[in-house]
């Protein structure tokens, strides 16, 4: 196995101070030509997905030949896409490359196709996925998109170019929201003494995420939190690393307009990328009974895609960072008549009035059965 000299702790690399620009982006596409597959996924998956992002965001998706490093980009993010390939009989030349390309600092994500038996089921050999592939992402530092496509013309499990799409996003734009920072000394005075007040609630959601391992690929890539009040929210930052998040890792929100898609804050970094969703979500829950005190939206490897709840999963995907998935949010717990649900392929969320009745619900219902884990990264 090769190990790659890029550190998954460097949290600082996804440290998000200000929105990044289009010019602060690159985005790359790289070919496997070892894969029988490379010339359908660059067709069905790659240019569609490269045509959506140009379309919405003005972003161009360039090729990359294997074995090529982008160069260096200060102050920016690089993003590269990679396939396709099967993770668990990836070569160690190949295993070698992507690890070259993390530690060159680029965000790489890597489209799957395992192959299906002539009966179009996944392999036996597949079962491994849910623990070997985590672990292979966690060695080179890349993700591995999660294939829920069964494409039976070529008799391979795969992703689809929506996947591709927004998970660049994720690992680029991420903050979809205009944010604007507030400098009022008086906003400034409020989240001081929010993150006093909340310092010991904070620590505790934090050991619960660590020890019950309340994330999919890493802890400061996944959920995110919000503690509500009235008139203002206290909000985690993006890329916040869960388990080890203190109250300083909070921002005070507070005013947003959804007709804008804006908010104002006051915090060192932006408030998460699941903010407005949060924001809307909040709101109408006060407006329609009572608004829950906190809000957790985590990743579990189990219940993100396991077989449990299913009655509980949205029935279509839910693209977070959009003011308007708040109103989706807030439609699905009223009709499931519930304080969870499961965001389809996204994980859950969770609203309640305290970390203790948080971490009842997580023994409740998160534990049994946990160490079952399926997915990919």
Not at 17 to 42: E, G, I, Q, T
Not at 186 to 214: M, P, Q, T
Not at 264 to 281: I, K, M, N, Q, W
Not at 346 to 352: F, R, S, Y
């Amino acid at each position: 196995m090769v190990t790659s000299t890029a550190s998954t702790a460097d949290v600082q690399v996804y440290d998000y101070r200000y929105k990044h620009d289009v010019a602060d982006l690159r985005y790359f596409y790289v070919v496997n030509p070892a894969s029988p597959h490379s010339a359908w996924a660059l067709r069905e998956i790659i240019q569609p997905a490269s045509r959506a992002l140009h379309a919405d965001y003005g972003v161009s998706v360039r090729p990359l030949a294997y074995g090529d490093l982008p160069e260096p980009l200060p102050g920016g993010v690089t993003y590269v896409v990679y396939g396709p390939t099967n993770p668990l009989t990836m070569p160690p030349q190949e295993q070698a490359y992507l690890a070259a390309l993390a530690a060159a600092g680029a965000r790489t994500n890597i489209i799957s196709a395992y192959p299906l038996t002539d009966a179009n089921e996944d392999h036996p050999d597949y079962a491994r996925a849910g623990s070997a592939v985590p672990q292979l992402c966690d060695l080179l530092d890349i993700n591995a998109i999660f294939p829920d496509a069964l494409e039976l013309s070529r008799g391979i499990r795969t992703n689809t170019w929506q996947d591709v799409y927004v998970n660049a996003i994720g690992e680029t734009i991420r903050v979809k929201y205009q944010p604007t920072q507030s400098a009022d000394p008086g906003d400034r005075a409020v989240l001081e003494r929010l993150r006093r007040e909340h310092a010991g609630e904070v620590a505790e959601l934090a050991r619960v995420h660590r020890e019950h391992h309340l994330w999919q690929r890493k802890p400061y890539t996944d959920g995110s939190i919000m503690f509500t009040h009235d008139g203002y929210w206290f909000a985690s930052q993006t890329l916040t690393d869960k388990s080890r998040m203190t109250a300083g890792d909070f921002d005070l929100i507070t005013s947003f307009d959804e007709g804008t898609r804006s908010l104002t804050y006051t915090g060192e970094r932006l408030p998460t990328s699941d903010a407005p969703e949060f924001l809307v979500l909040s709101s109408l829950l006060s407006r329609h009974g009572r608004r829950p005190r906190l809000i957790v939206h985590f990743h579990h490897r189990e219940l993100t895609r396991g077989p449990r709840f299913r009655d509980l999963v949205t029935d279509a995907r839910i693209e977070g960072g959009h003011f308007s998935a708040g109103r989706l949010f807030f439609r699905e717990l009223r009709r499931k008549r519930t304080d969870w649900f499961i965001i389809r392929e996204h994980g859950m969320v969770w609203i309640g009035d305290s970390v203790r009745d948080f971490e009842e619900y997580v023994h409740r219902v998160v534990l049994p059965g946990s160490d079952r884990a399926a997915g990919d990264c």
